[in-house]
């Protein structure tokens, strides 16, 4: 004969199955937390990273070509946006005002578009910066990442000192706390 199990053995299954769902759902979701924070933090810069930029040529936005290796010996903050990126778009005046600041003390700044040269050039006839914009369409994204930016997200910002090497780098939005504490590192 067939015997029913008793009703408090099931109840008491059924909250087993619901601890041990939930534990493995809180433990998934804090590896998906872990991760992602994970991914979002600069990472250390390929050995040859550093020595390869300086020898990158650019086309700028006004259609001169830039060689990086021409900047050396200055501080150099290389900002790595798009015109369709929100925040990237938001950050270029205070970056703008950076560089009518510091330019004087040997400071360089680059924004380095991560699109086509039309939308670069369309945004910055309507929105233009102090600095001089270098065209790198998606290119510029492994360039970002080989400089620690792990998941090519923007905006990524970085700051190479006057000895050529890099010397911080800043995922996601720069604020003038941030470019007041790097100014201060040269």
């Known amino acids: 004969m067939n015997e029913a199990k008793p009703v408090a053995n099931s109840t008491r299954d059924r909250r087993r199955w619901m601890i041990a769902s939930a534990l493995t759902a809180s433990g998934a979701l804090l590896a998906g937390l872990g991760l992602a924070w994970r991914s979002r933090q600069p990472q250390s810069t390929r050995s040859t990273a550093e020595t390869a930029l300086w020898q990158l040529v650019f086309l700028q936005s006004n259609g001169q070509s830039l060689a990086l290796k021409s900047l050396r010996g ?7 946006w798009a015109p369709w990126c929100a925040p990237c778009v938001e950050e270029l005046p205070l970056l703008s005002r950076f560089y009518r600041e510091h330019s004087a003390r040997g400071w360089q700044v680059l924004g380095l578009a991560i699109d086509q040269p039309e ?15 270098l065209l790198a369409g998606l290119p510029g994204v492994e360039l970002s990442r080989s400089l620690g ?29 941030d470019l007041r504490a790097w100014a201060l590192l040269v």
């Open 74 to 80: 200055k501080p150099l903050l290389l900002n790595f």
């Open 119 to 133: 939308p670069v050039q369309r945004f910055l006839s309507q929105t233009p910066v102090s600095f001089p914009v």
């Open 149 to 177: 930016n792990r998941s090519g997200a923007l905006p990524f910002t970085v700051m190479f000192g006057p000895d050529g090497r890099l010397a911080r780098q800043k995922m996601g939005q720069m604020s003038a706390d």
